[in-house]
């Protein structure tokens, strides 16, 4: 852990402490209005004051949430609000740093720079606002977009195979992953205060609504008539047990899930047990609606899949120049920038 202390609040805020005078300006029924409501309702409960939060973002919908939200922070450049985060982390540790990206800005143009994030572990939070379209440049397909979408830009159909968000974390070493949506605003608090409380950088995939060029990409999940039999919600020591009536689960068979129906043959006690430390298994749960090795329509995973304690990027590197000042003493800047080797030009 970092030995920097991050000032607590004296008096308690409130969600409206977190609300600035700017007009939101989202499409009406834009997906993105409930997250910015769960973030405002969940950053008054993490005890920091507002000057100690930097939010950052980089171009999209997504990325006008600094204006909203009375903290500090930048809108930055496309793709880079992680790298611009990384810097400001490394400089100034103590602060409590969000990232806010969707699924073009940082898999797209941002994904070199979110796989470096999360590989070095930066203690930050990332946001990434999930639409599987483009859409501030007004319905382009993303790189979350499924095979075959029809969109402005691929009129006869995208050939392009979709990047898994949270596979892709995996891959990249994060030390913890987890997935919300806009419409389940429980648990997406609950996810934004698992976020936080995670020391290294959080990978929170949200799922949101684009009801002008996407609209019901995610209704299968979030519609009370299907989100039973849809989603599966995983809970530490839990069960994996799903739909309507709780009636159905899924157990290991070796290492290959198996849906079944708990009854006769089935109890709960036969089923998988959700373990988030576990990382092969949180390397199939990343799978369970893409790999055509599964048999059986699997339900879509929500919470959190993965967590692992790791040191992070900022603090080893304060370890390591303190180990160097106390080597080497302390730098001398004017004599690094001259070099060893000088000249006076008459």
């Known amino acids: 852990m970092s030995d920097v202390a991050i000032p607590q609040v004296a008096t308690p805020l409130t969600p409206k402490d977190f609300t600035t005078d700017q007009e939101v300006r989202w499409c009406p029924g834009c997906g993105d209005y409930s997250i910015l409501k769960q973030v405002q309702t969940v950053l008054p409960q993490i005890g920091i004051p507002r000057e100690q939060i930097v939010i950052v973002s980089g171009i999209g919908c997504s990325s006008r949430f600094p204006y909203y939200m009375n903290t500090y922070g930048m809108h930055s450049i496309h793709g880079r609000a992680t790298a611009i985060a990384s810097g400001l982390k490394a400089a100034r540790p103590e602060l409590s740093v969000w990232i806010v990206t969707g699924d073009g800005d940082g898999l797209s143009i941002g994904g070199n720079h979110t796989i470096h994030l999360l590989r070095r572990n930066f203690d930050v939070n990332i946001l990434l606002f999930n639409n599987q379209i483009y859409g501030l440049t007004k319905g382009q397909y993303s790189p979350t977009s499924e095979v075959n979408k029809i969109t402005k830009s691929t009129p006869a159909g995208s050939l392009d195979h979709p990047f898994n968000p949270l596979a892709l974390a995996m891959g990249a070493e994060a030390t913890f992953i987890a997935r919300s949506m806009d419409r389940d605003p429980k648990h997406l608090q609950q996810m934004l205060l698992r976020s936080h409380a995670h020391h290294g950088s959080s990978f929170l995939e949200i799922y ?15 519609e009370k008539s299907s989100r039973g039999a849809e989603t599966l919600m995983l809970e530490q020591g839990k069960p994996l047990i799903y739909g309507a009536a709780k009636d159905k689960g899924v157990r290991m068979d070796g290492y290959k899930p198996q849906l079944v129906d708990i009854g006769d043959q089935y109890s709960a006690d036969d089923l998988w047990i959700h373990d988030e430390n576990d990382f092969y298994k949180a390397q199939i749960l990343t799978r369970f609606f893409d790999d055509p ?23 080893e590197m304060h370890l390591q120049i303190q180990e160097i000042i106390a080597m080497k003493g302390k730098g001398n800047l004017d004599k690094l920038i001259s070099g060893k080797e000088t000249w006076t030009i008459g």
């Open 208 to 222: 949101q609504n684009c009801n002008i060029f996407n609209d019901g990409a995610f209704e299968v999940f979030t």
């Open 293 to 315: 090795t599964h048999a059986g329509h699997f339900p879509r995973p929500f919470g959190v899949f993965y967590t692992k304690d790791r040191p992070t990027y900022e603090d």
